[in-house]
Nanobody
Framework: QLQLVESGGDLVQPGGSLRLSCAAS????????IGWFRKAPGKEREILAC????????NYANAMKDRISISRDSAKNTVDLQMDRLSPEDTAVYYC??????????????????WGQGTQVTVSS
């Protein structure tokens, strides 16, 4: 059964960094596109970045473009999201999701089919 589990969320001070991990079970992140998203209270869900299944091509949304990096770890079967220079506005639940369709990873959250439960990131002093 295909499953995604996020980890790495935490309480961090403004200006700090976090590395989120999306563990895939039942499939390889090399045969599915993987995206990272977030949902803050009172705001719409938004995509942050995605990585394409075969080529590893990455794409970033403007929201955190200069402060994040998405990567795959084949040994751990994870897709990680490194986040730097965090601010209180980054407080949200962060999710990863997977989809197999299309040649490149889509930048719309509505296209993704398989979702993890999310991990809470809180940025506060």
């Amino acid at each position: 059964q295909l499953q995604l589990v996020e980890s790495g969320g935490d309480l961090v001070q403004p200006g700090g960094s976090l590395r989120l991990s999306c563990a895939a079970s039942g499939f390889s992140p090399f045969v599915y596109h993987i995206g990272w998203f977030r949902k803050a209270p009172g705001k719409e869900r938004e995509i942050l970045a995605c990585i394409s299944k075969r080529t590893g091509t990455t794409n970033y949304a403007n929201a955190m473009k200069d402060r994040i990096s998405i990567s795959r770890d084949s040994a751990k079967n994870t897709v990680d999201l490194q986040m730097d220079r965090l601010s209180p506005e980054d407080t949200a639940v962060y999710y990863c999701a997977a989809v197999v369709d299309l040649d490149l990873c889509p930048m719309s959250w509505t296209i993704y089919r398989y979702w993890g439960q999310g991990t809470q990131v809180t940025v506060s002093s």
